[in-house]
Nanobody, 123 residues
Framework: QVQLVESGGGLVPAGDSLRLSCAASGRTFSTLYMGWFRQAPGKERDFVTAIGRSGGYTDYADSVKGRFTISRDNTKNTVYLQMNSLFPEDTAVYYC????????????????WGQGTQVTVSS
């Protein structure tokens, strides 16, 4: 089992930045692909970004490329999402996810989800 706990959400004005963190426990962190998803009210949960086990691989949704950066610290069992130049349409609950399979992660079928953290961007 893997437990994921997100933190760092909040309310910010458009154009501002936020950094989300996701702390993992329960399994060797470096064996897991990690990702972030988001879900706005009334919409599906969408892929945002993923990172490989050593951090060398990253992938981003087109809507966040150039603005969001995913990173991980395997010594702290933590993955981060730096979000810059936030838009009101970035408003959503952001979920951390983990899986030993990148395929499962990218296809919204990770084994493990966090509880989510709310990000609200005001116009």
């Amino acid at each position: 089992q893997v437990q994921l706990v997100e933190s760092g959400g909040g309310l910010v004005p458009a154009g501002d930045s936020l950094r989300l963190s996701c702390a993992a426990s329960g399994r060797t962190f470096s064996t897991l692909y990690m990702g972030w998803f988001r879900q706005a009210p009334g919409k599906e949960r969408d892929f945002v970004t993923a990172i490989g086990r050593s951090g060398g691989y990253t992938d981003y949704a087109d809507s966040v490329k150039g603005r969001f950066t995913i990173s991980r610290d395997n010594t702290k069992n933590t993955v981060y999402l730096q979000m810059n130049s936030l838009f009101p349409e970035d408003t959503a609950v952001y979920y951390c996810a983990a899986d030993s399979s990148l395929y499962n992660l990218r296809h919204r079928r990770p084994d493990y989800w966090g509880q989510g953290t709310q990000v609200t961007v005001s116009s």
